[in-house]
């Protein structure tokens, strides 16, 4: 693998969660691919899980890790090429990721939709500056559209609670939020379950549509509790509306994950990529019960990250 910023850099979805599954019974027998190699991971937004998780795979895997939070701590990047830099912004992003590339042999790097424009943000501008000119691999860690490392540790998730013999049925739940969200997350979400083995319905309110791209051949409903009925996966997500971009339609809070809601499932499992607003997204009822999977599905951010990391180093 050389980049890592969707699931078609994937070339075996399966190996890619064996060798994850390996990793978590056995963390360090890949040590020796990294060492005397670097890792850089940039944030240009806050994060708990990645940021650690990815430290923690890099590292396993023998890497030193350097982490940067641009937001406070980095210049201001420009990021449009030709323009006259008399303002706010002191670096562009062409030098910036040209000599973080001097120093890192893989750099991860988080930057999430500006919300200027669809076409700006579906175009990941900034991702694909930075695979450009930094001249080393480079990882995904959520871009403005996709946030695979999270939709591989949800398929490991997956894989390590279906049940035996029966195909499972998975359904994306849009759930309200107070702040505009990213389609990231659930982006991603949709367009790896598509490439496996599972029954896929969306569904979310009205005009929640995600782009055509990555809801391929799931199925999309407006009604949440036709879709929950016999669900063995309930994962829920708030994404503000793609078409017109960037909005936020509704805060029905009858589409909050209720205990209700989650009797509707065939003992459905919980999941969310976290950080989640309790009572607002799903119940204190449903989070704190043993249908809820949040934290296994956190964990297993160390594996998806160690498993991309050991793949890139393999190359
Ligand atoms: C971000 C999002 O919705 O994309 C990050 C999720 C991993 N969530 C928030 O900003 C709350
Ligand atoms: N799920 C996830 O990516 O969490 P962070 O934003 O805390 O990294």
Redesign the pocket.
């Known amino acids: 693998m050389k980049h890592f910023t969707s699931v078609k850099d994937v070339e075996n979805i399966d190996k890619l969660v064996q060798d994850a599954l390996e990793l978590k019974s056995d963390p360090l027998k890949y040590q020796h691919l990294g060492t005397g190699k670097t890792m850089g991971i940039i944030f240009l937004n806050?994060?708990?899980?990645?940021?650690l998780s990815t430290q923690k795979a890099a590292r396993n895997l023998g890497m030193d890790v350097m982490v940067m939070n641009f937001t406070g701590e980095g210049w201001n990047l420009e990021t449009q090429d030709g323009v006259i830099m008399d303002g706010g912004s002191q670096e562009h992003i062409k030098e910036a990721a040209a000599v973080i590339g001097q120093y890192c042999d893989v750099i991860g790097i988080r930057s999430f939709p500006s919300f200027e424009s669809r076409e700006e943000d579906y175009n990941e501008k900034i991702l694909n500056d930075f695979i450009k000119y930094a001249g080393c691999p480079v990882v995904s860690?959520?871009s403005a559209t996709l946030?695979p490392?999270?939709s591989l540790a949800d398929i490991i998730t997956i894989e390590e609670l279906k049940k035996e013999g029966k195909k499972p049925k998975v359904v994306l739940s849009w759930a309200p939020h107070p702040r505009r969200l990213p389609q990231a997350?659930a982006n991603s979400f949709a367009q790896w379950m598509n490439e496996v083995d599972v029954d896929l319905v969306i569904t979310h309110p009205e005009g929640y549509d995600l782009s055509p791209e990555f809801v391929g051949h799931a199925e999309v409903t407006n009604n949440q509790d036709e879709a929950l009925k016999d669900a063995d996966f309930v994962y829920v997500k708030n994404w503000s509306t793609y078409e017109p971009y960037g909005e936020i339609k509704s805060q029905d809070a009858s589409w909050q994950i209720t205990k209700e809601k989650m009797d509707l499932t065939n003992d459905g499992k919980f999941m969310h990529?976290?950080?989640v607003r309790r009572n607002v997204i799903v119940s204190d009822e449903v989070l704190d019960s043993d249908s809820s999977v949040v934290i296994q599905e956190?964990g297993n951010?160390e594996w998806s990250a160690s498993a991309v990391l050991k793949q890139i180093l393999e190359q």
């Not at 806050?46 to 940021?51: F, G, Q, V, W």
Request: hydrophobic share 35%; proline share 12%.
């Open positions: 806050p994060s708990l899980r990645t940021r860690l959520e946030h490392l999270q997350v990529c976290l950080p956190a951010r």
